[in-house]
């Protein structure tokens, strides 16, 4: 089973679907068509997956084994409305839609969430990804399994609609909001024009400690300490910028409040 | 100056002088005396560096090229307050503490303050760590932007006392409050019996993205795209937990407000 190659039908030109795209067709699947409004996104992918690809709906190939919904969420209803299928299987790859939006489309759907953030410049490494499952039945989790099998060597997890929803919700925290507060250091240094790329070092060894401890127990900084004069000291510093100033107390007294807890 | 070996006294025994000593004597420099109030920390790291210690300060070595005070901010001006020197260098390696603290120890004084995070557990490859100085004079400058240069191959870069600090809390966005957000991320999973290591290659692209981009440039999640459907989705997975709600409705609020800036 492990080795058996699919013939799919990506529905979607954007970032995921270009990735996992990309990562499908470096494990022999066969990408029959792309599937797209936007005329130049389709094309760009047809091209770079080598395969053909529609801009009409109604002129979707129906000869797959598999068709991969990677489109905006709000728009995986629209893509589904006028589709049916016989029994081949259809996913979508979204952390935030149920899995019933497909459930009117074929009797074997599912969902295939690569739980990574992707951007459409950057290829992805897929082999470490981790893929979140949920099937309408065992079959269909077989087939699905092969395929994210064959594109990572990362986890293979059973998720159900509402637990995936909470682990797209925490990676909002994980990555979305980190990568927000560097955009916050770099804002605090670069007025005085230093290099960001001196907190290369540190954010690394961030998150290195966590490989193996819990991010609670490794927790460093004025706040964990109870260091008010530090603390006092960096909101003078932020009197200038309010938000600022807001987040870095709230963030505080968060951490001052797990810190109470973990004891 | 750059192969120049110095005897070094070592004020302090927990996080950043366990580090910083074990790479000074990677370096060859001479550790010649841990000086720490705590018994058990001071002869604990007497012994890694196979130096003497004394746990009373009026029983410093005054034989030393140079004094380098790792100890918490609050004890650095009781650590100067009984010692004159004569011509040898003080320096201290916090973040947060003005040069003028050393004023009075030595005509020879300065900064020392590796930009990184220090547990005592971990070993520290001092090697790319940024190393930011502050002195009273050339004179001392070259001394120890000799000793930086000995134990990192990572920039070493000059910041009088208001920057450092601005670059100390910066480093508090960067790493402990990022630290915090993989707490929630791992708090918001665990209920479902998750593993957090799921969220490795997530975070490990986070960071990747922007070694090369700034993180506004990268940024990614509902909060950017004005995906309101989801953000209300998440918030509604939080309403048993309204601190973690403030922090995301905050963070997505400003997250919204920067990229509308950045257009």
Do not use: W
Not at 90 to 101: L, R
Not at 119 to 134: A, G, Q
Not at 139 to 168: C, F, P, Q, W
Not at 185 to 208: C, H, Q, V, W, Y
């Amino acid at each position: 089973m492990e080795n058996k190659k699919y013939k799919i039908v990506l529905i979607g030109a954007g970032n995921v679907a270009t990735q996992l795209g990309l990562a499908l067709i470096k494990a022999k699947h066969k990408i029959l068509q792309v599937v797209s409004l936007h005329p130049s996104s389709a094309e760009e992918l047809a091209t770079k997956l080598k395969c053909k690809f529609t801009t009409y709906p109604e002129k979707i190939n129906l000869s797959a084994d598999i068709y991969i919904i990677a489109v905006n969420d709000k728009a995986i209803e629209k893509v589904v409305r006028n589709l049916k299928l016989e029994n081949q299987i259809i996913v979508h790859t979204s952390g935030t839609t149920n899995i019933k939006a497909l459930q009117n489309t074929s009797d074997n759907f599912g969902v295939f969430y690569p739980l990574q953030t992707f951007s459409k410049e950057r290829e992805i490494d897929f082999s470490t990804i981790p893929i979140l499952l949920e099937t309408s039945n065992q079959k269909t989790y077989e087939v699905l399994k092969s395929i994210a099998k064959s594109i990572t060597n990362g986890e293979v997890i059973v998720a159900d609609s509402k637990e995936r929803m909470k682990i797209h919700l925490a990676a909002v925290f994980a990555n979305n909001f980190t990568n927000h507060l560097y955009g916050i250091a770099r804002n605090i240094i670069s007025k005085d024009n230093f290099d960001f790329d001196m907190f290369g070092p540190l954010i690394e060894e961030t998150i290195r400690k966590i490989e193996n401890d819990s991010p609670e127990d490794m927790q460093t900084g004025p706040a964990v300490r109870g260091d008010k004069k530090t603390m006092n000291a960096h909101l003078k510093l932020l009197s200038k910028n309010k938000d600022y100033q807001t987040i870095y107390k709230l963030l505080s007294k968060s951490i001052i409040k797990s810190s109470k807890k973990n004891k």
